[in-house]
């Protein structure tokens, strides 16, 4: 008997430690409370994508006559003619301008692990059969002047997402912390096929920020 007393009071303590746990994270806001948030995120995170993943920040094309004498001071410095000059008329003329911006929108923690390393430094990437292959930076800094790689023709950028926001609800696992929002999307080319989305917010420094590409 005491034996199984033992038991039954071990299972409780368990129990109440769990409970405990689940009450630290919290309970996840209301809808109305992130709505707002929510829809000025996504609509920020367009400018971030097109940086990263579409056709970049505008560049000086090396290849173009006009471009020459801007290039010719450049050609000791031993880059690749797959790299640009970002141009003047560019609203961002720095690696850091961009980190400052993607930090109001993305989760640092998204950044670091996930963007960064192939926007900035370039990475190894591996395919099971066959050797490693480097990837190079998409952005460089040198001194004052930020470069692009200008990739192969045909390369692959992915088709920008519009979200129905009308369709938004908090869905499961969600917290105080971080909620998993469901929302409906299609391709900007493909509106006849919705399909559902589900996006990440973390709460960051008391500040939400998308824990997801919306790409």
């Not at 900007?188 to 990440?200: A, G, I, K, N, S």
Request: charged content about 20%; some cysteine; aromatic content about 12%.
């Amino acid at each position: 008997m005491r034996k199984i007393y033992k038991i039954l009071t071990a299972v409780l303590i368990l129990a109440s430690v769990l409970i405990g746990c689940v009450g630290c994270a919290g309970r996840a806001p209301k809808l109305e409370q992130i709505y707002d948030r929510a829809v000025s995120l996504i609509e920020a995170s367009y400018e971030l994508n097109e940086i990263f993943y579409g056709e970049g920040l505008p560049y000086c094309d090396r290849n173009l006559p006009i471009y020459e004498s801007l290039y010719s001071d450049y050609t000791k410095l031993g880059y690749t003619k797959d790299y640009h000059i970002i141009s003047a008329q560019s609203k961002y003329h720095t690696v850091e301008e961009i980190k400052q911006a993607a930090a109001q929108v993305y989760s640092s923690a998204l950044l670091e692990s996930s963007v960064y390393p192939s926007m900035f430094d370039g990475l190894m990437q591996s395919t099971p059969g066959s050797a490693s292959k480097y990837l190079p930076a998409r952005y460089i800094q040198d001194n004052t002047d930020l470069y692009i790689l200008i990739e192969e023709e045909g390369a692959y950028h992915p088709t920008p997402l519009i979200y129905d926001y009308a369709s938004m609800k908090i869905v499961r696992p969600s917290n105080a912390k971080r909620v998993a929002i469901s929302i409906n999307a299609w391709e900007e080319d493909q509106p006849d096929r919705v399909f559902e989305m589900t996006l990440f917010l973390l709460k960051e420094n008391d500040v939400w920020l998308l824990d997801k590409l919306t790409v």
